[in-house]
C-alpha cells in the first residue's frame, strides 16, 4: 500500500502541471481528465509522508466538490448500459447513507459522555449558548451582507444552526485542550439540535428568502429526529447494552420487539417501503398534505426502529469486535459521498457564486473560533476551557446540514454552503489545534 501512496505522490505535480499547460493551451478535456487524476492523487499520496496523513480527509473532500464540478454526470446518474443509469443521487439512497453517517459517528460516542453536565455545568451552560447563537447569527448577517441567492444564504445559516460534529472531539484531543468538555458539548449540543436547528432556520432562513411557509418548524424538527437522532440513538443503545444489567437489556430486548413488528408487520413495510422509493411518496404529497399526525408516526416508527438496529449491531459486534473501529471510515466516506452529490447537484449555482461563498466560509468560521473564545472569557471560563469552546463553535456537523437539505429536497442549494464549509472547518481546525498544541 505504501508503494501505491509513493507512486500516487509522485502523480500528484505530474499530472497538475498537465492540467495547466492543458488548460493554457485551451485543450479543455485533457486539463479536465489531468485535473482529476491530480486531485485524487493528492489525498492518496499524502498517505506517504506521516506529517500530512492527518490531512487526507480534507484532501478528499477536495476532491469531492472538483470531480464533481468537472464531470457532474457521473455524480448523479452515470449511465452503466445503453438503457439503465444508476441513481446515486435518489433521495432515499442519500437517507440511507446519512443515517449510516450518523450512525457510524455515534459509535463513538457514549451514553457517559452527557454525564460532564453534573461536573462542569458553567462550562457546558456557556458552550452551548455559544454554540447554538454565534453561528446562526453570523451565518444570517454573511447571507445578508454577501447578497447570496436565497436558498444558498439560507444554507448559511443551516450549517450555523446544526450541532458540533465528532471531528471537534478530535481537534479538542490533537490541541491537548478540554476533550472531556468537548465530548460533552458535542453530545449536549446534538440532543439539542431537534429543536434548536429548526428554529433557526425558521425564524432566520424564512427572513433570507422572504417566504414564510419555506421552511417549517415541525418538518425540519422531525427531519432531524430521522436523519440524525434515531441512528444515533441506534449507536448509543450498543453503547448502553455494553454496560447494563440483564434486567436493563431484556428492557431493550423488548422494545426492539415492538420496533421489529411495528409498521404492520415486516412484510406489510417492506411492501410500503418499496411503494415509496417508486415514487408512491412523490403521488401522496401530490394530493394530500403530509399532516403532523403521518410525520409523528413516521418519526415513532424510525425511533423503534432505532432500537432494533441497535441490538442487532450490539451482537453482530460480539463477533466482529473490531467493526466499531471502521464505523467512523464509514462515516467520512458517507460525508465526501454527500459533498460530492451535493457538488454535482448544485454545480451551476455553484460556478455563480462559488468563490464569494468560499469567503463567506473562512469568515463563517474564523468568526466562530474568534467569539467562541471571547465570549467564553467574558462569560468566566479558563483559557483552556474557552479554546474548547471557540472549537466547538467553529466547527459544525456538515453531515447533518446535508441531510436535512437532502430531506427537504434542496440539496442543490440549501447544501452548497456544507459541501465549501466542511472541508475548510477541517483545515482551519487542524492549523488551530497544531498552534494551541505548540502554545499550551
Known sequence: MLAVRKIALALFPVALLVTLIAWTTGSGPM???????????????????????????????VAAVVCPLIFPHAFLNPQITETFSLKINHPWALLIIIQLVMFGMGTQMSIRDFAGVVRMPHAVGVGLLCQFTIMPLVGFGLAKVLGFPPEIGAGLV??????????????????????????TLTACATALAPFVTPFWLTKLGTQITGESSQFDFITAMMS????????????????????TNLRQRTIVYRIAIVGAVCPLFLAAGVMWLLFLIGGGWNIITEYYAVSLTANVITVTIFLLAAVLVGVIYHFITLKLRSLDGFMPVFSMFGIIYFTAIATASGRNELLAVGLLL????????????MLGYWLSRLLGLKKNDARTVAMEVGMQNGGMAFGIANDMGKLATLGLAAAIFSPWMNVSGSILANYWKKHK
Do not use: E
Open 31 to 61: 486539463a479536465k481528465g489531468a485535473g482529476a487524476v491530480a486531485v485524487i492523487a493528492l489525498p492518496i499520496g499524502l498517505g506517504a509522508i506521516p506529517m500530512l496523513r492527518g490531512y487526507q480527509f480534507t484532501a478528499w473532500i
Open 158 to 183: 443551516l450549517i450555523g444552526s446544526c450541532s458540533s460534529g465528532l471531528a471537534s472531539n478530535v481537534m479538542a484531543h490533537m490541541a491537548g485542550i478540554n476533550l472531556p468538555l468537548s465530548i
Open 358 to 369: 468560499c469567503v463567506a466560509a473562512v469568515a463563517h468560521n474564523t468568526i466562530g473560533y
Open 224 to 243: 432531524i429526529f430521522k436523519i440524525v437522532i434515531a441512528p444515533i440513538g441506534a449507536a448509543l443503545i450498543h453503547d448502553l447494552l455494553k454496560h
